[in-house]
């Protein structure tokens, strides 16, 4: 079982900029891809952004393409999402998710393992 806990949200000024952060257990981080989804009230969990196993290759969603980047330190077993410009339509709650293989990066289901999700709010 992989356990993923994620950190850094908070409220920040629309045009601002935010590190979220989510550190693995265990030691095959490396065998998994990693993934970031976000989740507003109300709404459906949105793909955000996935990175592969040696984070050589990654993929962005169109609305924050440009803005945030994802990478991944595997010595520390921790993915990052670096969150730049940041707009009011980013606030959601923010959640890792780990795979094996990743046929459908965009897809909830495709992902084995979530953490608990950490909130970013962007003010106007």
């Known amino acids: 079982q992989v356990q993923l806990v994620e950190s850094g949200g908070g409220l920040v000024q629309a045009g601002g900029s935010l590190r979220l952060s989510c550190a693995a257990s265990?030691?095959?981080?490396?065998?998994?891809?990693m993934c970031w989804f976000r989740q507003a009230p109300g709404k459906e969990r949105d793909f955000v952004a996935v990175?592969?196993?040696?984070?050589?290759?990654?993929y962005y969603a169109d609305s924050v393409k440009g803005r945030f980047t994802i990478s991944r330190n595997n010595a520390r077993n921790t993915v990052y999402l670096q969150m730049n410009s940041l707009k009011p339509e980013d606030t959601a709650v923010y959640y890792c998710?780990?795979?094996?293989?990743?046929?459908?990066?965009?897809?909830?289901?495709?992902?084995?393992?979530w953490g608990q999700g950490t909130q970013v709010t962007v003010s106007s």
């Open positions: 265990g030691r095959t981080f490396s065998s998994y891809a």
């Open positions: 990175v592969s196993r040696t984070g050589a290759s990654t």
């Open positions: 998710g780990a795979v094996a293989s990743v046929t459908r990066a965009t897809i909830p289901l495709e992902y084995e393992y």
